[in-house]
T-cell receptor, first 110, second 113 residues
Framework: AQSVTQPDIHITVSEGASLELRCNYS??????LFWYVQSPGQGLQLLLK??????LVQGIKGFEAEFKRSQSSFNLRKPSVHWSDAAEYFC????????FGSGTKLNVKP | NAGVTQTPKFRVLKTGQSMTLLCAQD?????MYWYRQDPGMGLRLIHY???????AKGEVPDGYNVSRLKKQNFLLGLESAAPSQTSVYFC????????????FGQGTRLTVV
């Protein structure tokens, strides 16, 4: 069965610090993986996606993610967090049907 | 560029009332989806459609019906609303190729009292 686990419900980091959000997936075939961001009261915006090829993918707003097949993981990273990055982040897997994790809420301390 | 548009944005229903949520996309996408978002549970797929005139059940379809009479529109119906259907509903759409992402609307916040 397809599923996505985001083990961290809430994360707080200081502005300027590095960030890593964890995502583990279970998927029967070659996974297509996504990270979305949701600001309060808004819809979901795609940050980045992995379909094949280079396992380190770059996204918008300075985010990147690394696909590790051996660990069934697709962790999201950012070297230096800005206050505007405070939002909820969702990892997803799927092809034409998308399965989402429960999300990680990011707080940024000034 | 409108993208995916949902109406209404907010709604309060009484238990037992019915309503229809409308989703419209202008990207000529074949696939459309309805999700509900509840705290701590992420997004769960209610129903989806792979083309005009076709629909299928997702993870949590009970209590909902859908229709896709036109390619650009996907309607979600609640025949008899229950408090457990209080949620934020998101519509999304995508191309039919496998290597594509979903594009989301802004959501509809529904409260059933």
């Amino acid at each position: 069965a397809q599923s996505v686990t985001q083990p961290d419900i809430h994360i707080t980091v200081s502005e300027g610090a590095s960030l890593e959000l964890r995502c583990n997936y279970s998927y029967g075939a070659t996974p297509y993986l996504f990270w979305y961001v949701q600001s309060p009261g808004q819809g979901l915006q795609l940050l980045l996606k992995y379909f094949s090829g280079d396992t380190l993918v770059q996204g918008i707003k300075g985010f990147e993610a690394e696909f590790k097949r051996s660990q069934s993981s697709f962790n999201l990273r950012k070297p230096s967090v800005h206050w505007s990055d405070a939002a909820e982040y969702f990892c997803a897997v799927g092809e034409n049907k998308f399965y989402f994790g429960s999300g990680t809420k990011l707080n940024v301390k000034p | 560029n409108a993208g995916v548009t949902q109406t209404p944005k907010f709604r309060v229903l009484k238990t037992g009332q019915s309503m229809t949520l409308l989703c419209a996309q202008d990207m000529n996408h074949e696939y459309m989806y309805w999700y509900r978002q509840d705290p701590g549970m992420g997004l769960r797929l209610i129903h989806y459609s792979v083309g005009e005139g076709t629909t299928a059940k997702g993870e949590v379809p009970d209590g909902y019906n859908v229709s896709r009479l036109k390619k650009q529109n996907f309607l979600l119906g609640l025949e008899s609303a229950a408090p457990s259907q209080t949620s934020v509903y998101f519509c999304a759409s995508s191309y039919k190729t496998v290597n594509t992402e979903a594009f989301f609307g802004q959501g509809t916040r529904l409260t059933v009292v």
